[in-house]
């Protein structure tokens, strides 16, 4: 048993403590790397309280392991990653979902917002798309090898498909919940037509569209990994059941690490747009939603969360 997974923990532990009495920006470094180490930690003590010896026929006994630990996963992924296939697999993956996802994101906010705004377009469009969208995107991965082939093509159509559904539904959101008093509002001041949508609608309704793009962007980064390991013969999930099939479970869990990692910077790009003037007002920035949360807990009687 190693010591060393004991040790990690509880350096993590006095991180957390030390988090709670330091002022910005230490807690947003500080919590994140206390939360990765004992992640590391506990997927190794998890791994040796999983293995077992199992004596064989001859005799003799065999270590059995049912999950590599994190060393192991880092040694099986050498070869991929010095020999650069890991970086090929990863700009295949990104490529696919950067374009199915602007295809999904270029139909579905001029439709949801048509929707959103007009009753009819509502009444007509809402059913079909309450209708489909229920129909997992992984189902439609038969048809799309039969229309469009064992290539690209068929991965970004299951792409614009998964993505397609999540904006344009939080489009009509956002549109639909806007007050009525913004509009009021304008209409007094002269805006109508085109101008009014452009001005107060469109804005108005961004930070909702915003969410459904992150959403839909997360969807979107899942259902490429099953995408390809079926239509495609590149990319992440590719990589996975290549090595599924090599019993390589390293390279498995390796590839699954990378995949999640680049879904963590995905989702940071998509949330940079939040700072952009046209919407920032819709988003309250990190250190007001802190102070707010610190004056409800101290109007609850409880501890506060940072100094």
């Known amino acids: 048993m190693s010591l060393w997974p004991y040790v990690v923990l509880t350096l993590a532990a006095v991180v957390f403590v030390l988090a709670r009495h330091l002022g910005d920006p230490w807690p947003k470094v500080l919590l994140p790397v206390g939360t990765a180490a004992a992640f590391v930690a506990g997927w190794h ?3 040796e309280w999983l293995a077992y010896d199992l004596k064989q026929l001859d005799g003799t006994m065999r270590h059995i392991e049912l999950f590599p630990t994190p060393y192991q996963t880092l040694v099986g992924m050498e070869r991929p990653i010095v020999d650069g296939t890991l970086l090929r697999y990863a700009v295949a993956s990104v490529y696919r979902v950067a374009v199915g996802f602007t295809i999904a994101a270029l139909l579905a906010i001029p439709i949801g917002l048509l929707a959103g705004w ?3 377009a509502f ?9 489909l969208r229920p129909i997992s995107p992984i189902a439609w991965i038969p048809l799309a090898v039969l229309w469009f082939g064992v290539k690209d ?5 299951l792409i614009a498909l998964a993505s ?8 009509i959101a956002g549109v639909r919940s806007i007050p009525l008093v913004y509009v009021r509002s304008a209409q007094n001041f002269g805006l109508e037509g085109f101008e009014l949508f452009r001005r107060v609608v469109l804005p108005a309704a961004m930070p909702q569209i915003l969410i459904s793009l992150r959403i839909a962007l997360g969807i979107a980064w899942m259902v490429i990994v099953a995408a390809e390991m079926i239509a495609v013969d590149s990319g992440l999930g590719y990589l996975i059941m290549d090595a599924r099939n090599a019993s390589n479970y390293d390279r498995v869990v390796g590839a ?3 995949i999640g990692l680049i879904g963590v910077g995905l989702d940071y790009g998509m949330r940079q747009l939040e700072t952009f ?5 819709g988003f309250p920035k990190e ?3 802190v102070r707010n949360w610190n004056i409800r807990v101290a109007i609850g009687g409880s501890v506060r969360l940072d100094k």
């Open 45 to 47: 003590l998890t791994c």
């Open 164 to 171: 397609f559904f999540p904006i344009v539904t939080g489009t």
């Open 277 to 281: 003037d046209e919407v920032r007002w």
């Open 287 to 289: 250190s007001e939603a």
């Open 153 to 157: 093509s068929s991965a970004v159509f």
């Open 123 to 131: 009444q007509a469009i809402n059913p079909l798309i309450q209708a």
């Open 118 to 120: 007009h009753l009819r």
């Open 256 to 258: 699954m690490i990378a």
